[in-house]
């Protein structure tokens, strides 16, 4: 017996394909709700994009990086126990005064006919804009009208506050005054190393002014025996003479 298709089956066969997409997609039968599922299903599938790798490019330090050093000079050496033949540079108390080893004498001499040479001569000036604390120069000292090395403590609009490395006062320098100190001057460490008498106290919260009379007396422009019990916290060596 054969088998055939009656009409109104194809008719209702015909009907639901006319009604439907062409292709048959199955999204076709969704509805939208559905459809927004689906698609947000898609997006969390996709995987989240990967950090790029940033490549780091290392940076020379330039010379110039070394004005901001908050030491560009060089220490003297010295030893805890030890005792050392000194001059007494600069006083302001016996808890607050600056030597030189007499050792480095002869190399201090040295030093000072070379930047009277090069800074009597030459004329680099270091330009206000271009000054930062700690930073090393070489300055006019108004009472001998010499050049000394220092280290600029503060800027001012006129003048600078400079501390002279090599023998421990302070003065404040017009700018035009102040120089740019040349490397090959920095090779001789700083010769004043501030000191305290370790034995020795004021009467009352400050030295009476014949305390510190009398310890100038004793030093000036003669070498002395200094020894050396150690440092404290601040880096100031205490000491006997």
């Not at 055939?4 to 997609?25: K, L, Y």
């Not at 299903?41 to 010379?63: A, D, E, G, R």
């Not at 006062?169 to 008498?197: D, G, H, R, T, Y």
């Not at 050396?228 to 880096?235: D, E, T, Y």
Request: with cysteine; charged share 25%.
């Amino acid at each position: 017996m054969s088998r055939r298709t009656s009409s109104s089956s194809v008719d209702s066969f015909r009907t639901a394909n006319s009604e439907s997409p062409s292709g048959g997609h199955p999204n076709s039968y969704l509805t939208e709700s559905e459809k927004l599922k689906q698609e947000k299903k898609k997006i969390l599938q996709v995987p989240p994009p990967q950090p790029q790798k940033v490549k780091v490019i290392s940076q020379k330090t330039s010379s110039a990086s070394a004005k901001n050093d908050d030491k560009p000079f060089k220490s003297v050496p010295l030893k805890k126990g030890t005792t050392e033949k000194v001059f007494v540079s600069f006083c302001e108390s016996p808890s607050k005064f600056w030597c030189n080893l007499e050792t480095f004498s002869s190399d201090l001499d040295n030093l000072m006919e070379q930047l009277a040479e090069y800074y009597n001569i030459e004329e680099v000036p270091l330009k206000a804009e271009d000054m930062e604390i700690n930073q090393p120069c070489c300055a006019l000292f108004s009472e001998d009208n010499n050049w000394y090395r220092g280290k600029i403590l503060e800027v001012g609009p006129k003048s600078a506050l400079v501390y002279f490395v090599d023998y421990g006062n302070k003065e404040s320098v017009p700018l035009s005054k102040i120089q740019v100190l040349q490397s090959k001057f920095l090779e001789l460490p700083a010769q004043a190393f501030e000191c305290c008498m370790a034995q020795l106290v004021p009467q009352g919260l400050v030295w009476e002014p014949g305390a510190t009379h009398l310890l100038n007396g004793t030093t000036e422009e003669k070498s002395v025996l200094l020894w050396i019990h150690g440092q404290n916290s601040k880096g100031i060596y205490l000491v006997d003479i």
